[in-house]
């Protein structure tokens, strides 16, 4: 099983629509983050926490919540999707040692009509 | 605007050559650099970092060069394999990451 599970791998929805994208880890990593890639844009970050009770905004968090239920889980949240939301997105961990790598989830590949 | 910038979006190299992908960035409060590596319907891995205070770290068949004065970073795969045919990403640490848009490398056999 990974490390790093997200779920759905892939989702279809139209605008306007509310989507929850669901991050679990199993590596004991306190710190969590929300990164979207598009082509020719590389991967941004959307949200981050360090901790349960740490939520911080990334580069590009307009039209994004995030919810973080438990160490192990990160939540990402489009509460009104629109199609320029179409991305790749991956949630990542690192711990506070060895804060400089990050472990990736395989990624939500999200299609807004 | 893109702090990490990988200018080639591709390359393409024989086995068993030696690859060069390099990136530069422009904030110079960055302090830990990194690459990472991903492969189609994967996340990225982390492949090798180097620390600001280094010029050069090696491991294995992977190099990373740093140039803090020219703000450029390189990573250098020799010998070249068609396993290592994916897209690396480079990125760049001071309080949170800052990744590069990438680059395709092609290992031809």
């Known amino acids: 099983d990974a490390d790093v599970t997200q779920t759905p791998r892939n989702r279809i929805t139209k605008t306007g629509k509310r989507i929850m994208l669901e991050c679990s880890q199993t590596?004991?990593?306190?710190?969590m983050y929300w990164y979207r890639q598009d082509p020719g844009l590389g991967l941004r970050l959307i949200y981050y926490s360090f901790d349960v009770k740490d939520i911080n905004k990334g580069e590009i968090s307009d039209g994004y919540s995030v919810s973080r239920q438990a160490q192990a889980k990160f939540s990402l949240s489009l509460e009104s999707a629109i199609p320029n939301q179409t991305a790749l997105y991956f949630c990542a961990t690192s711990d506070l040692v060895r804060a400089g790598e990050l472990f990736f989830g395989e990624g939500s590949r999200l299609t807004v009509l | 605007d893109q702090q990490v910038k990988q200018n080639s979006p591709s390359l393409s190299v024989q086995e068993g050559r030696i690859s060069i992908l390099n990136c530069d960035y422009t904030n110079s409060m960055f302090d830990y650099f990194l690459w990472y590596k991903k492969y189609p319907a994967e996340g990225p891995t982390f492949l090798i970092s180097i620390s600001s205070i280094k010029d050069k770290n090696e491991d294995g068949r992977f190099t990373v060069f740093l140039n803090k004065s020219a703000k450029h970073l390189s990573l250098h795969i020799v010998p070249s394999q068609p396993g290592d045919s994916a897209v690396y990403f480079c990125?760049?640490?001071?309080?949170?990451?800052?990744f590069g848009t990438g680059t395709s490398l092609t290992v031809i056999p």
């Open positions: 990125a760049a640490f001071h309080d949170q990451f800052y």
């Open positions: 590596k004991g990593h306190d710190r």
